[in-house]
């Protein structure tokens, strides 16, 4: 079981000084609850230059309890047999290998994982669901709809989200799209296929492909970029046709983006073949 | 006077903003800001800062063997209480049911806002 079932469904401590290797939403909401269950949380390593966790969470989990932050760290050693006694930390270059005199250590009892979540798709899998390589989910169509007709998938099986909202959000289109497809005891004819390309940042959208005779008024297209990205543009292209430009800031793997594409685009163009998600400079 | 430096929250830009207080306590200039919310942000921050407190409490008499239920503070406390709100929602065991939204301790720590449930136990 993971540290937050022991701590939250079960109501136990797996150490009282810890570390956490990880700086993902779910090492930093990590790290505050340890402080609140009265464990001494030194530090949060984190081997990549950025957190890929919200900025809210580095505030309120990290900041206000005083829990050091070490970005472009990764743990190099772990002391102790029965249980650990202390790990050592170590910058890394940017080929991510330790630099040689920057190691440092901390006296603990626990060390925590926190390296990424990865969808639980066994049942998918094992149905024979077309898995999507980037996410590790299912591909879906608008619908959320998986490979298989009739079987839907939302939350975090089809992508690992940042906002409980989203899920319950996604949860619901797919429950609805469920039903529908139910009640009309299954859908007929061929499905038009409009594929969803990316260029540009980034990594991956739900859905992969949009059948724009089952567009709802609004379809919501999630996606995440690879890397942090200032001062851009996301457009989307349906064909050559620009419908949607919008100023990003700043965009980062650790906070999803979405785009909301109106029926409206879709009813305007019959002879769609393409839609394009873009990150562009203008 | 003093200075306070923060990193705004209001989105991923996370900008650094710098607060200068004067002898009073009073905000005498907020810089670093890119837009209105940072401004707002910084200002309450440094004023009044608050936070949504979440954890858990243990449960009797579960019919499905749960032994906590999850729990939040029903609006923001001041920061400056989250550990008198921890220690006062540590001290106390509720019996199942309990359905989202009930209220498992009223006024805690003193600050006028009550726990409530954010789990359906039977």
């Known amino acids: 079981m993971s540290t937050f079932g022991l701590v939250n469904m079960e109501g136990l401590m797996p150490g009282r000084e810890v570390v956490i290797l990880g700086s993902g939403d779910i090492g930093l909401i990590m790290a505050r609850r340890m402080t609140f269950e009265g464990a001494k949380v030194k530090v949060v390593a984190e081997l990549l230059p950025y957190s890929g966790g919200l900025r809210r969470n580095i505030v309120q989990c990290l900041d206000d309890y005083g829990i050091p932050l070490k970005l472009s760290h990764t743990v190099i050693d772990i002391e102790g047999k029965e249980r650990v006694e202390g790990i050592t930390i170590a910058e890394v270059d940017e080929k991510r290998r330790p630099i040689p005199g920057t190691e440092e250590h901390y006296t603990c009892d626990t060390l925590l994982l926190s390296v990424g979540l990865i969808p639980e798709n066994e049942l998918s899998r094992g149905m024979g669901v077309k898995i999507n390589p980037v996410t590790n989910g299912p591909s879906v169509n608008e619908s959320l709809e998986t490979s298989i007709p009739g079987v839907f998938a939302a939350g975090n099986v089809l992508h690992v989200h940042d906002l409980v909202d989203f899920v319950s959000e996604e949860a619901a289109s797919a429950g609805k799209n469920a039903a529908a497809y139910v009640q009309a005891g299954g859908l007929e004819g061929a499905r038009h296929e409009v594929p969803v390309a990316v260029e540009g940042g980034p990594r991956y959208t739900v859905p992969v492909s949009i059948d724009p005779s089952r567009v709802p008024e609004s379809l919501t297209v999630r996606f995440r970029v690879g890397d942090i990205i200032r001062n851009h543009f996301v457009s989307v292209y349906f064909d050559q046709d620009r419908v949607l430009h919008i100023k990003r800031p700043i965009m980062a793997p650790g906070e999803m983006e979405e785009v909301k594409l109106k029926k409206q685009f879709f009813d305007e163009r019959p002879n769609l073949s393409k839609i394009t998600i873009r990150v562009e400079e203008k | ?122």
């Open chain 2, 1 to 122: 006077m003093d200075t306070r430096n923060l990193i705004c929250i209001s989105c991923p830009l996370g900008c650094p903003i710098t607060v200068t207080l004067n002898g009073s306590g009073e905000i005498e200039n907020v810089e670093g800001y890119s837009c209105p919310r940072g401004e707002a942000y910084a200002r309450k921050e440094v004023t009044n800062p608050t936070r949504i407190v979440t954890s858990t409490v243990r449960v009797l008499g579960a019919t499905k063997g749960d032994v906590m239920v999850s729990c939040k503070t029903k609006t923001d406390v001041p920061k400056g209480k989250i550990f008198d709100v921890i220690k006062d929602i540590n001290g106390i065991t509720v019996k199942a049911p309990v359905h989202i939204g009930d209220v498992i301790l009223q006024n805690v720590a003193g600050t006028g806002v009550d726990i409530v449930a954010t789990k359906e136990i039977r």
